[in-house]
């Protein structure tokens, strides 16, 4: 037996772009959970929470080091609550700014790799024509993400869970740089794949210039030369750093995107080069 969630839910705001993330068919309602009737996996629904995660996920080195780092203890550390501040008072206005500038004004926008989606919380949604909706691998954190947010799901950014050229525009914060390239180009084809033609990515990227980063990497430096116990990180290693505009402009260029800005960083104060990419229009 089907059962109908009232088109209020916040998922089934998106449910006709939701996919199974293992056979990328669409799902459908039942009780309390997401079906694929083609491959028969039940997602379950927590809270209002979408968990559209492939059975692979948990084999993801990132699930361990980004749940200890989003873990409420490690939150309520002061130097994580300063971050937050940061997050809220500084990079919220860039993004606000460079989407306001490269997405339109109406459609479904994915934050993919949100955290908390404190740096969505200045976006103008116009009026509820933008839809928002926060994906991140961690489960808990989403239930702390920013109001700003309309739908979280619970996913895997290197298998997501939406159907082909079914958002309208993909933007994130400090997350490429944790993967390898390889892996970048992998998530940069799952953008690539769910963007409507004409869609466009927003990355904010820290670069190997960034004089923030590199007063984090001193900062860290310093509180490791006594410390006796693990590594002390503020996050999880940052292995692909930019290192030059001309690089943004190939990463784009070699995953399918027209690249239609890159900044060097002067509107977050040199913490990140913002990419902003274009998938081609349909012919």
Known sequence: MTYHRPASDRVCQILDRLACPQCRIG?????????CDSCGTAYPIIGEIADLRPPTHKER????DWSKHWSDANQKALVQRFFSFYRK???ARTVRYFLDRYFPSTGVFVEAGSGTS????????HGGARLLVAIDIVLPVLSMCHPAIDVRVCGDIFSLPFREASVDGIWNVGVM??????????VMREFHR?????????????????IPQKMLRVTEMLINIT???EKFQFHPDEVSQLRSMQQGREILARTGFRSLHIDYGFRSFMAFKTLVGEKDSAR
């Open 89 to 91: 008072a500084l990079f």
């Open 227 to 229: 410390r006796k116990r």
């Open 27 to 35: 799902l459908a309602w039942r009780e309390n959970f997401l079906l």
């Open 177 to 186: 740089e944790h993967f390898t390239h390889d892996q970048i180009d992998l």
């Open 118 to 125: 404190e740096t969505s919380m200045r976006i103008d949604k």
């Open 61 to 64: 080195a990132e699930l361990v």
């Open 194 to 210: 769910i963007l409507r033609h004409g869609g466009r990515i927003i990355l904010l990227w820290p670069a190997t210039d960034s």
